[in-house]
């Protein structure tokens, strides 16, 4: 090669790592640089220079090459020259050991190896408090509030007792039909979702209760047609119930002189049915209407105070009909120590009218109960109201304004890489309810109430698009073929037809199949539950062969065969017993995956603080070989929700409320996901829940399950250790690689719950995705003073990968609070900040104090 073809190709400093490989030049020669770094010494790149032998018409004039990036290798940018004649380079000599904190330290060793075949995916969380609201909780939602006044439909599951014939069931529960009454049934359309009649229909003819020979009550349904075969104790049915009217209006309607209020359904603004209003002659001020519907601190999940700083709308549209008398309606929304009036007179021109007044949130937040009041007067004069409306204006996502701006940032910001959205009060929605506009929908009926579905499927599927994130949607084991096959027409169909032009309708013109990065669907949650009653199923066969029909109406639809890609389908499977989860493999081949559950054990009575989180610290980890056994492992394990569980015993409330939220479970939980991903090979994790406060109590407590936030009024200073944990654990992503550690410190070897004393603290992981090696690492002592030092040599090469690290781009994230028991629930104790690491050679040294979450991002050229 002519020495003046590299007077133009200089090559970068070599500790940022910018290298020239594999550049043709005229005559077919390549160069190579290889670096060669050795700390405190002077050292030279070693050149190497390749000739081949091309044709003259193939050969590049310099100036036209363009620099083509080699994998782990970088390239000057094209266009871009320096004169570098074999510069000599000073490598700093390594810096001296790393302290570590006060206290006891041990160091341990991290040893990296090879690929292995499983791979580390961003965790998940549920999001079913999103739904978590109804007319009557108009504010405890996360995303723009109607109230509508919409009749209601429901898919009502039943269950057969023994004694039923071919063309008369008998229902073994009764007390389902408390509320709604067995004369509801009578009219609907009934149809088997399994046993000797699946698949057949018929109309219901007559519904009574009836007390057998025992004196126990059945339900006795007489059908208008016989059926193959005399039903089965435990099959299962679902009756179509449509147009159900007797749902309350609010909360509280208040009634005085000669007015009255009725649904109408034959005239509305939004859906079919609207409140009919009546004010009569005499005194107008006398002739009231009041619609209150009440929210606040007592809800579980979602929005349930008025937020500091936020301006929120609350609005209603009226007609009134010309010639009437003067109407006046007065409108307030207070909550705490915020809330705002305005008071209008109606527009009488038979037209529909928007009415709203804003309410600025100036002051403090005080978790107490709020009231919206929609108050009429007047005499003389019709009225009818529709869509009740609460929009908080200053959480709007742009492009998608029913969904929360807050909620879209913390799922970016927090890294989730699935949504499963699962709300009991949906399980007897018909697939038509959960699309169209949401003040267009009917509300749904429930066993004990209704409920009203704004948050549908287009809701769930623009959150994911918005987010980066794949959905896991939970489906009713009560939908028919029927439903199943609008399912799939809306997901994959195109604008020509019919579900996919309401697709388009609804604001997604290309399919979903199509946006989305994958679509995972289950059939049902936890259907062995009996918690879920009448839609969950014993015998347990029962739930099998249902979701085995489900899931082969799906692949046999005409939309799955284009899809098949991206549509996963999930059977239930039960953490605590490892037999139903083999079963649910064995008995739906149809299913893709299998879900357990992923709640941590740990003790069940108090105990001195030390021994109590040591207890949490370490429990879980014991039992998972006898809860994950290899034999349920036939197809993929994916955990549907994940948290502290309920302990259970004698342990006090407040103490339970307190490990809900403490640093320890939030070590834990995380532990536990890196553990069924690095050891078990479980791709799909999610936590549960995204937002639940707690039932009313101050330090957050709900029973069994825990919000990763408390609510969205802290959730951006103060959020709780599990979501912390779970962002750490989120920048893992990719291979999972080998490694091995030496032994440090046990969870406390001084405690006097056994597996403290024997299960290490110290555990990690290594994850290699593309140009990215993250290590994630923990030091899961319940003393406060028992830090480790990390030593971890790099390798040089992982799979033919030569490995070199960009150094001066490393990060260390370390979780960490005052005590194992510390957290963020009313003072910000447990955080995240930047971690004390130095490297020798290619080793790096990283301090981990006591009770401590890390994660180690090193980039690679």
Known sequence: ?????????????????????????????????????????????????????????QATPLAATKFSQTPGVKVRPEGTRKEFPNRRLYVPPAPTPLPAPSGMT?????????????????????????????????????????????????????????GSTANQLRI???????????????????????GANNGMTATITAAVKRTDASGGSYVEVTLDRTWRAAAKGGDSFVATVLGYGNTKLADNVYVGGSASVVRDSSVAHGGASSAKIVLGGGNASSNIVQLQNYYGADNTAGRNVLRQGHTYEVSFWARVMPASGTVTSKLSLYQGNNGGTSQHTLVADGEWHKYSTIVAANNAVKYENGIASFYFNGSNATVNVDDLQIVDLTDQQPGAPALSADVVRLIKEYNFGELRFWQPSLRPARFDDLIGAPKDRPAILNMYNSYDPQFGLPEMLELCRQTGTTPWITLSTAWTKEDINKLMEYLAGDVSTTYGAKRAADGQVTPWTEVLAGIRLEAGNESWNGTFYPYSFYPFERYFETAQNMFSEIKSSAYYGAAANKVELIVNGWQWVPWYTEQAVKLVPAADAVSVSSYLSGPNTDMATRDFYGAVLSQQLNDNKSQYPSTIFGKKVYVYEMNGGELQGAVPLARESEYATSLANGLAVARQAMVLSRDYG??????????????????????????????????????????????????????????????????????????ARTTSANDAMVTLDGDKLVITAFNSTATDDTHVRLNVTLPAMIGGREILPDWSKVTMQVLNGPSIASGNET???????????????????????????????????
């Open 827 to 861: 003072a910000a104790a447990v955080a995240i900040s930047a971690g004390q690491w130095v490297r020798n050679h290619s080793t790096l040294t990283a301090v981990l104090p006591a009770h401590s979450m890390a994660s180690i991002v090193i980039p690679l050229f």
């Open 172 to 194: 073994k529960d009764p007390w389902l039909f408390n509320t709604m009454g067995v004369g509801t049934l009578v009219g609907a359309k009934i149809e088997s979702v399994n």
């Open 682 to 755: 479980m791709s799909s994790q999610q936590l549960f829940t995204f937002i639940q406060r707690g039932n009313n109590l101050p330090a957050g407590y709900a029973l069994g399950h825990y919000g990763i936030f408390a609510d969205l009024t802290t959730a951006f200073t103060n959020p709780r250790p599990v979501a912390m944990a779970a962002k750490l654990l989120n920048q893992a992503t990719g291979t999972i690689l080998t490694s091995t550690m030496t032994a440090g410190w046990q969870v406390d070897a001084g405690s006097g719950w056994s597996t």
């Open 106 to 162: 041990r160091d341990v060793t991290l040893t990296i190896g090879g690929a292995t075949s499983k791979t580390q995916n961003r965790l998940g969380v549920n999001i079913g408090e999103l739904t978590a609201y109804a007319q009557n909780n108009l504010t405890s939602n996360l995303l723009t509030q109607i109230g509508t006044f919409e009749r209601a439909n429901g898919l009502i599951m039943m269950h057969a007792g023994m």
């Open 1 to 57: 090669m002519n020495k003046r073809k590299l007077n133009g190709l200089g090559v970068e400093n070599l500790e940022s790592r910018w290298l020239m490989a594999g550049v043709n030049f005229f005559g077919g020669e390549s160069l190579t640089v290889v670096p060669r770094v050795v700390e405190g010494q002077v050292v030279r790149p070693v050149v190497r220079i390749t000739t081949k032998t091309v044709a003259p018409e």
